[in-house]
C-alpha cells in the first residue's frame, strides 16, 4: 500500500503555471505507475497525465498535451505535474494516484491522494 499527499495547487490566472506535487510514503513507490487525474463538480474523475514506475512510459490527455508535464523522482518518492499555459477550463481538484503497472484505466488506480485545488481565473 501507498499513502499520497498532493500539494501546489491554488488560484492562479490564466496563462499561468503551477507545479503540482505528490509525495508518497511506501517503499515500494517505484514499482507503482502513477497518474494525476482532476475532477470538477459534475464530471467524473479524469485521467490527464499518467507514467509508468520507471518513468520511461507517459501519458496525457489530449487537452492538456504540450501544456502539462508528469515526472517523476523515484529516490524522493515523488511525483510531478508541471501545470502551464492554464485556462479556465483546469480548474478542478486534482489527484494523485497510484496503480499496480502503467495504466490510463482509473479503475486500475488503487491509492489516492486527497486532492489539491487549482483554480484558474480569467
Known amino acids: 500500500q501507498v499513502q499520497l499527499v498532493e500539494s501546489g495547487g491554488g488560484l492562479v490566472q490564466a496563462g499561468d503555471s503551477l507545479r503540482l506535487s505528490c509525495v508518497a510514503s511506501?517503499?515500494?513507490?517505484?514499482?507503482?505507475?502513477m497518474g494525476w487525474f482532476r475532477q470538477t463538480p459534475g464530471k467524473e474523475r479524469e485521467l490527464v497525465a499518467a507514467?509508468?514506475?520507471?518513468?520511461?512510459?507517459?501519458y496525457y490527455e489530449d487537452s492538456v498535451k504540450d501544456r502539462f508535464s508528469i515526472s517523476r523522482d523515484n529516490v524522493k518518492n515523488m511525483v510531478y505535474l508541471q501545470v502551464s499555459s492554464l485556462v479556465i477550463e483546469d480548474t478542478a481538484v486534482y489527484y494523485c494516484?497510484?496503480?499496480?503497472?502503467?495504466?490510463?484505466?482509473?479503475?486500475?488506480?488503487?491509492?489516492w491522494g486527497q486532492g489539491t485545488q487549482v483554480t484558474v481565473s480569467s
Open positions: 507514467i509508468s514506475a520507471g518513468g520511461y512510459g507517459v
Open positions: 511506501g517503499r515500494t513507490f517505484s514499482d507503482y505507475g
Open positions: 494516484a497510484a496503480a499496480t503497472s502503467f495504466t490510463t484505466d482509473r479503475k486500475n488506480y488503487k491509492w
